[in-house]
Every structure is written in structure tokens, then in C-alpha cells.
Nanobody, 123 residues
Framework: QLQLVESGGGSVQPGGSLRLSCAAS????????IGWFRQAPGKEREGVSC????????NYADSVKGRFTISRDNAKNTVYLQMNSLKPEDTAVYYC????????????????WGKGTLVTVSS
């Protein structure tokens, strides 16, 4: 069964850090672009960061540039999102998704999705 599982979410104070993990089972992430997306209550799902299959190409939403870092360990079939200097507006459910490299890294073009992990940033 093809599956993505996110972990690492939780509650943190503003300025804190979390590292999210996205582990795949049933297929190899090596051949896929991986994106992190988030959805806050009452808002649409938005892209946070994407990485190419090799990890050599990454991009970030303007709102997280300089604070978040996406990385991948293909040997462990896992992708990470290091989140630093967290702000209350980063509060959301974070999802990872796998898609075909070369297609836009947007929700409609991703093939496999995890169920999400909740990140809450609050004092």
C-alpha cells in the first residue's frame, strides 16, 4: 500500500523550532518531487516548499523563506521540513505530498498525500 506519513508536529511558542518528517512506505520517494503544504483553519491549502527528486532544487513560499528548510534522505525514504523562528501564522495542518518532477508543485498536481500533522504556534 502506497503511503506517506507525516510526523513531528506539535505545539511550540513563537520563535521556536520543529522538524517535520515525511516517511514513505510502499514506494520509493527517490523518483518523486516532494512538496510540503499547509492548511490553516478556514483557509485554502497552500504550498510551503518543494524539492526535486535529488534534493538539488528547492523552492519556498515567500512567507517561509529564510526560516524553513526542506531536505531529503532518499536512503531513508524520508523528507524533512526544518521550521525555525516559528510564528503564530504558521499554525496549520502540514501535509507532505509526492508528485511527478516537472509538473507544478501545487496540490492539484500531486499524486500521493499524507494525512497531515498539526503545528500550533502560540504563546
Amino acid at each position: 500500500q502506497l503511503q506517506l506519513v507525516e510526523s513531528g508536529g506539535g505545539s511550540v511558542q513563537p520563535g521556536g523550532s520543529l522538524r517535520l518528517s515525511c516517511a514513505a512506505s510502499g514506494f520509493t520517494l527517490t523518483y518523486y518531487a516532494i512538496g510540503w503544504f499547509r492548511q490553516a483553519p478556514g483557509k485554502e491549502r497552500e504550498g510551503v516548499s518543494c524539492t526535486s527528486p535529488s534534493g538539488g532544487i528547492t523552492n519556498y513560499a515567500d512567507s517561509v523563506k529564510g526560516r524553513f528548510t526542506i531536505s531529503r534522505d532518499n536512503a531513508k525514504n524520508t523528507v524533512y521540513l526544518q521550521m525555525n523562528s516559528l510564528k503564530p501564522e504558521d499554525t496549520a495542518v502540514y501535509y507532505c505530498a509526492a508528485g511527478i518532477w516537472g509538473r507544478p508543485c501545487v496540490p492539484d498536481d500531486m499524486n500521493y498525500w499524507g494525512k497531515g500533522t498539526l503545528v500550533t504556534v502560540s504563546s
